[in-house]
């Protein structure tokens, strides 16, 4: 908790009965590798953040292809965002690369905050201008950049991730085949 609270005390300044209300909607849960936080057709009703492990955020076509759309690593909040906020089921899947520990909480228990810690709904805010700010830049980025600037920016983002998790996901992540990416690491 004392790492998630650091994290917490860079982007708002909490009162020390705010801090103490805000981490007592979290307790700590483990989910092992290939294990889901989150289901694609499922109602969402938690978020977390993420303490130790590597999670994917992918989408599922009918054909039962597989496209990554993020990573979640150490102080990444996590969630099926669109499900929590909308109430309906979930699009994407968001799975373990690796054993995960994490906090979580109640989406309920987190909005109900709102109205007696105002500094929890700008936490909020400040949170879904980042992940819009990323989510752009994303996309601004499958668009606009080849794969390989691509690739130079997902390794500098993501130091030693490449190390950690199977280069498909990463080729997935990127929006090329796995033998793309193996020609360009090739060139490195």
Request: charged share 25%.
């Amino acid at each position: 908790m004392q790492e998630f609270q650091q994290y917490l005390n860079k982007i708002i300044n909490f009162t020390a009965t705010e801090m103490e209300l805000f981490l007592s909607l979290f307790s700590e849960k483990q989910l092992k590798k290939n294990e889901y936080f989150a289901r694609e057709g499922e109602f969402s009703k938690k978020f977390a953040f993420v303490s130790t492990g590597i999670f994917r955020a992918f989408y599922r076509n009918n054909d039962g292809n597989e496209y990554n759309k993020s990573f979640f690593t150490k102080n990444s909040f996590i969630g099926a965002y669109s499900s929590l906020i909308s109430g309906q089921k979930n699009l994407i899947n968001i799975r373990c690369l690796t054993d995960c520990t994490f906090l979580i909480a109640d989406f309920s228990g987190f909005t109900n905050l709102y109205s007696r810690s105002p500094k929890t709904e700008r936490l909020a805010r400040i949170l879904a201008e980042q992940f819009f700010i990323e989510k752009e830049k994303r996309e601004i980025e499958l668009v606009m950049l080849d794969a390989t600037e691509r690739y130079e920016i997902f390794r500098r983002e993501h130091p030693n991730l490449e190390n950690l998790i199977p280069q498909y996901h990463i080729a997935s992540y990127l929006g090329i085949t796995p033998t793309q990416l193996s020609r360009i690491r090739a060139k490195k």
